[in-house]
C-alpha cells in the first residue's frame, strides 16, 4: 500500500546525481553575464550630521545578510520593540503585526494562519521556522498553533515573507514562509520576570542570562500559560483553552549555537479527557568564516513531539535534521549560496476507531541539494537565480526553482519581480488517512468510507510576483507586491476507483492574484505612523471528471477579498507609550463570516528602570466579534482589559 | 503564469520607468554606523574639568566586546589620521584597565561582565556607550538599538549624572528616548 522510505533510497542519490546536471547549467548563466562597474564606496558616513546618520539605513542581520531594502520578496519585518508595544502575548497574536498575513482566531487555542489565501482549520501550504526548526507538522501539513510558543520577550524579529520561498527553505513553502528568530544569549543578560493577564488568559515568564566561562553567554527561560475556554457566539461555553508549560536554553560561543526547549501542555476537547501534548528539541548551529571569505554554516536539530489525542489518534514523532549552507563571493560580479540537508522523521501513531494513519509506524526523509546566485550584472540591475531538488518519500524528486529580478531604478527605489516554482508534498493526511479503522470487509474488500490518497501527488503552485519599494524621504517608506499564482493538482475527495468509499486526489485547480500595500511615515520623532492592506482575489475550480465529495477537504478556502491595518506608536512623554492598532478584515464565504473591524490600545509605561508596565485592551469597538467557523459553533472574542508587568535586572 | 492580467501590475511598472536611474548605494552595516556614532559622540558631551577629559585636546575611545566595532573606528579617515583629528581608538579585553579612556564602547559580547568595568567609568567620567537591552538600567549613558533597519539610541540622563557628564541638547533631541534623572 504504502512504500516506506528506506525501500526506495538507493535511488535517491541517483534521481539527485542526475539532476544535479542543472548546476552546472545555472552556474554558466551567472557567469556569463556582463561585466559591471566597482561598487561606489560608501557614503562618507562620518560627514553625516548625528541626525542623518540615524535615518540611514543599515544591513539585516538576517540570515541573508542584504538590506532589507534590497530583497526580491514581499517580506516584512515584525521586530522586537513592535512586538513589545503591540502586548501581544502569543505567537498568532504578534504576526497580527504583518500587513502580509491572514490570521484567523477559530477558537480559545486555534488559528488559521496563511497569506494570498487558502486560509482553512487545517492550513497546509505556509511553512514556520523557528530558529531555523521547522515546526510544520508532516502528520497533517500544518503548524499545531497551540503546541508551539517562544519566550515573547525573546524573540529578536519575525520575518513574514508571503509569497514562495521554496529554493531557499524547501517543499512547503508554497504561500509564505515564517521565520522566528531569537536573541543571541548574550543580549539577554540579567533577569527577566513578566506577567501578562487579561480576562481568559495569563503567561508568567522568568528568564536569566549571564555568561560561560569559555567566554560565550547563556539564558535559560521557563513560561507558562493559562487559556480560559471560551463562549460561542450562541453563548455555548466551547472546550478549547488549554495550559501549557514551557521550558529551555540558548548559549553562544564564538559562532556556536546550542538551544534547546521542553514543553508540555493539556488541551481541552469537547467529550473527553484533555488532549495532551510534549516535545522536546535540541538544536546546535555553528557557523565558520573561511580565509577565502566563504561562510559555511552546519546545522543540526532533534525535535520531539507527542500530541495524544483521544477519539483520535496517540501520535509520537521524532524528527532528525541535518544541513550545511555555503555562501561565498565568486569574483566581484557573483554571491552563490548553496547547501545540501537532509532531514528524518519517525512517526510512530497509535489510531482510535473513527479513524486511522496507516501504517501506523511510518519512517519519513527528506533530502534536498540547493543553489541560488546572485549576479551584479551592473549598478542597478541583479540576476537572482536558484534551484532546490527536493527528494520525498511520497512523491520522489521535487524540483523547486525560483528567477528574480531587482532594479534599482533610482537612489531610494527598487523594482522587483520573480517567477517560482514551489509544491506541497503529500503528507501523511494526504496518503496515509482512512476511516474509519477498522472497516467491515465484504468480498476482501475493506470498506473504507476514506481510504487514504494512494495517488495523491504534490500541489504545485506557479508564481508570479511584481514588487517595488521607494523612500521618498528619510520620513517615508513605501512597499508594494502585485501577485499572480496557478495552482494545479490541489486536493480533492474523490469516489475509490475500486468503487468503495472516498480516496484523497488532486482534481483542482486554483488562481489568486492580489495586491500587497504597506508604509510607514515617522510623521514626528516621537509618532509614528505605519499600515497595511491586502485585496487579493481567491478561486479553485474542479477539474472535468471531479465527483468532489468534500469541498471541506481541503479546496475549499474561505479568505476575505481584502484586510487592512493602521498602527500608530506614539511616545507622549519620556517612557510613556501609547500604541493603536486598528483592524479591518473582510468577509470571509464558506462558512460565511462577516466583516469585522477592531480596535486594540496598549499603554507602556517604564515606571522605574526595572519596572515595565503595559496596560492594553483589544476588540474594543464592538462588545465582541467573531473571525471564524459555522454560526452558532464559532467562538466570539470579547473586548478585553489586560495588563503586563515586566521586571528586569 | 497570470502577470498580464493586473492592471495594478502594469501601472507599477509605468510608474517606475519614469524614474530616472541612479547610482547604487550600497547601505552600510550596523558596525559601521555605530563606529560613525562614537566617533561624533565627543562633541555632543562636556567633561568635567577635573576629568582627564578631552580637554587636552585629544579623546581616547576604548572598545570592548566588539571587534568590528573596533575596525571600523580604526577606517575612518580621520581617525587614522589621528594626530590631526585628536581621536585614538583603543580595543580593550574585558580586565583591561580603562584609565584615560575617555569614551568606552562595551558591545554585546562583553556586556553581561561589564558590570566593574561600568562602576569605574562612572568614577573617572567616562562617557559608557552599549548596545546591548536593558543596558541602561546596568549604568550605559547611551545605549543603541535597531529600529526599522536604522541605529538609534536611548539615553539615560540620570547616569550622565552620575558620570558627572554633560550631554548637549541636540544629542538629546536626536535619542529615541531620555531616562530623566530621579528626584532627588
Same mark, same amino acid.
Given at each position: 500500500m504504502v512504500k516506506t522510505g528506506r525501500s526506495r533510497s538507493p535511488r535517491i542519490l541517483q534521481k539527485i546525481l542526475r539532476a544535479g546536471r542543472i548546476f552546472p547549467v545555472l552556474a554558466g548563466l551567472a557567469l556569463a553575464a556582463p561585466a559591471f562597474a566597482a561598487q561606489p564606496g560608501l557614503? !562618507? %558616513? #562620518?560627514? %553625516?550630521?548625528l541626525e542623518d546618520l540615524s535615518k540611514i539605513r543599515v544591513t539585516s542581520?538576517?540570515?541573508? !545578510?542584504?538590506p532589507l531594502s534590497d530583497a526580491t520578496a514581499s517580506i516584512y519585518v515584525i521586530t522586537a520593540e513592535s512586538i513589545r508595544r503591540s502586548g501581544a502575548a502569543s505567537l498568532p497574536e504578534a504576526l497580527r503585526?504583518?500587513?502580509n498575513i491572514q490570521v484567523a482566531r477559530i477558537d480559545a487555542r486555534n488559528y488559521a494562519i496563511t497569506a494570498r489565501g487558502f486560509s482553512t482549520a487545517l492550513e497546509n501550504k505556509l511553512l514556520v521556522l523557528i530558529d531555523g526548526r521547522s515546526v510544520y507538522s508532516p502528520l497533517f501539513s500544518g503548524v499545531f498553533w497551540d503546541a508551539q510558543d517562544v519566550a515573547i520577550d525573546d524573540i529578536d524579529r519575525i520575518e513574514v515573507i508571503s509569497g514562495p520561498g521554496a529554493t531557499l527553505w524547501g517543499a512547503n513553502a508554497v504561500n509564505g514562509v515564517i521565520n522566528i528568530t531569537t536573541k543571541a544569549a548574550g543580549a539577554t543578560p540579567g533577569t527577566l520576570a513578566s506577567i501578562s493577564a487579561d480576562g481568559t488568559s495569563r503567561v508568567g515568564t522568568v528568564r536569566h542570562g549571564g555568561e560561560l566561562d569559555n567566554g560565550g553567554s547563556y539564558r535559560i527561560y521557563a513560561r507558562t500559560m493559562l487559556q480560559e475556554d471560551l463562549d460561542s457566539d450562541a453563548g455555548a461555553r466551547s472546550a478549547t483553552g488549554m495550559k501549557r508549560t514551557q521550558a529551555g536554553f540558548r548559549a553562544d560561543w564564538a559562532g556556536l549555537t546550542v538551544q534547546g526547549d521542553a514543553y508540555s501542555g493539556e488541551l481541552h476537547q469537547a467529550g473527553t479527557r484533555d488532549i495532551r501534548i510534549a516535545g522536546a528539541n535540541l538544536l546546535g548551529r555553528k557557523t565558520v568564516l573561511l580565509a577565502s571569505g566563504t561562510e559555511v554554516t552546519a546545522q543540526a536539530y532533534w525535535d520531539f513531539t507527542q500530541r495524544d489525542q483521544p477519539n483520535a489518534f496517540n501520535e509520537h514523532l521524532n524528527t532528525i535534521d541535518v544541513q550545511v549552507q555555503g555562501a561565498m563571493s565568486l569574483g566581484s560580479r557573483n554571491r552563490l549560496v548553496a547547501g545540501a540537508g537532509v532531514r528524518m522523521a519517525f512517526d510512530r501513531i497509535a489510531n482510535?476507531?473513527?479513524? #486511522?494513519? %496507516?501504517? &501506523?509506524d511510518l519512517d519519513l526523509y527528506w533530502a534536498n541539494v540547493f543553489m541560488q546566485n546572485e549576479t551584479r550584472v551592473n549598478d542597478q540591475l541583479r540576476v537572482i537565480a536558484g534551484v532546490k531538488l527536493e527528494q520525498n518519500n511520497y512523491t520522489g524528486l521535487e524540483i523547486l526553482p525560483t528567477l528574480r529580478l531587482a532594479w534599482k531604478t533610482a537612489e531610494n527605489s527598487m523594482l522587483w519581480t520573480s517567477a517560482s516554482r514551489t509544491v506541497r508534498a503529500p503528507s501523511r493526511i494526504d496518503r496515509d488517512f482512512y476511516a474509519p479503522s477498522q472497516p467491515p470487509v465484504v468480498a476482501g474488500v475493506p470498506q473504507f468510507v476514506i481510504g487514504g490518497g494512494p495517488q495523491f501527488a504534490s500541489e504545485v503552485a506557479n508564481v508570479a510576483e511584481l514588487g517595488y519599494r521607494i523612500q521618498p524621504s528619510a520620513t517615508v517608506s513605501f512597499s508594494a507586491t502585485a501577485f499572480a499564482t496557478r495552482y494545479d493538482r490541489l486536493r480533492t475527495l474523490e469516489p475509490s476507483p475500486n468503487g468503495v468509499g472516498q480516496v484523497f486526489s488532486n482534481l483542482a485547480t486554483g488562481r489568486t492574484h492580489g495586491l500587497e500595500l504597506w508604509g510607514q511615515w515617522q510623521v514626528m520623532p516621537d509618532w509614528r505612523l505605519s499600515g497595511g492592506a491586502v485585496v487579493q482575489r481567491v478561486r479553485t475550480e474542479l477539474e472535468k &471528471?471531479?465527483? !468532489? %465529495?468534500? @469541498?471541506?477537504? &481541503?479546496? @475549499?478556502t474561505s479568505d476575505p477579498s481584502h484586510y487592512w491595518s493602521l498602527r500608530s506608536s506614539w !511616545?507622549? @512623554?519620556? &517612557?510613556h507609550g501609547i500604541d493603536l492598532m486598528l483592524r479591518r478584515y473582510g468577509a470571509l464565504p464558506s462558512p460565511a463570516v462577516p466583516a469585522y473591524s477592531t480596535l486594540d490600545l496598549n499603554y507602556t509605561w517604564q515606571a522605574t528602570p526595572n519596572l515595565h508596565l503595559s496596560l492594553f485592551g483589544s476588540s474594543l469597538l464592538d462588545s465582541r466579534h467573531v473571525e471564524f467557523g459555522r454560526s452558532g459553533l464559532r467562538t466570539a472574542y470579547e473586548r478585553q482589559v489586560g495588563v503586563k508587568l515586566t521586571w528586569r535586572r | 503564469m497570470a502577470i498580464a492580467c493586473l492592471p495594478w501590475a502594469a501601472l507599477l511598472a509605468c510608474a517606475c520607468l519614469c524614474m530616472p536611474p541612479a547610482a547604487r548605494a550600497q547601505a552600510p552595516s550596523e558596525d559601521a554606523v555605530k563606529a560613525v556614532y562614537l566617533f561624533k559622540m565627543r562633541n555632543y558631551v562636556e567633561w568635567p574639568a577635573t576629568a582627564a577629559g578631552p580637554a587636552g585636546g585629544r579623546t581616547v575611545i576604548g572598545v570592548v566586546g566588539a571587534e568590528k566595532v573596533a575596525e571600523h573606528l580604526l577606517q575612518i579617515p580621520a581617525v587614522r589620521d589621528s594626530a590631526g583629528s585628536g581621536v585614538t581608538v583603543r580595543r580593550l579585553r574585558i580586565g583591561d584597565g580603562i584609565a584615560g579612556i575617555d569614551i568606552l564602547f562595551i558591545g554585546q559580547g562583553a556586556w553581561s561582565r561589564a558590570a566593574p568595568l561600568v562602576a569605574q567609568a562612572h568614577d573617572q567620567s567616562t562617557l559608557v556607550v552599549s548596545d546591548s537591552d536593558d543596558a541602561l538600567s546596568g549604568g550605559s549613558i547611551i545605549n543603541f538599538r535597531l529600529v526599522d533597519e536604522r541605529i538609534r539610541f536611548d539615553i539615560s540622563l540620570e547616569s550622565a549624572e552620575r558620570a558627572n557628564l554633560k550631554l548637549s541638547s541636540q544629542l538629546l533631541s536626536v535619542a529615541l528616548s531620555v531616562a530623566r534623572a530621579k528626584e532627588k
Open positions: 557614503v !562618507d %558616513l #562620518a560627514e %553625516l550630521s542581520v538576517s540570515k541573508r !545578510d542584504e503585526l504583518a500587513p482510535a476507531s473513527s479513524f #486511522a494513519f %496507516l501504517p &501506523g &471528471g471531479s465527483r !468532489d %465529495l468534500s @469541498a471541506a477537504a &481541503g479546496i @475549499a !511616545d507622549i @512623554a519620556a &517612557g | -
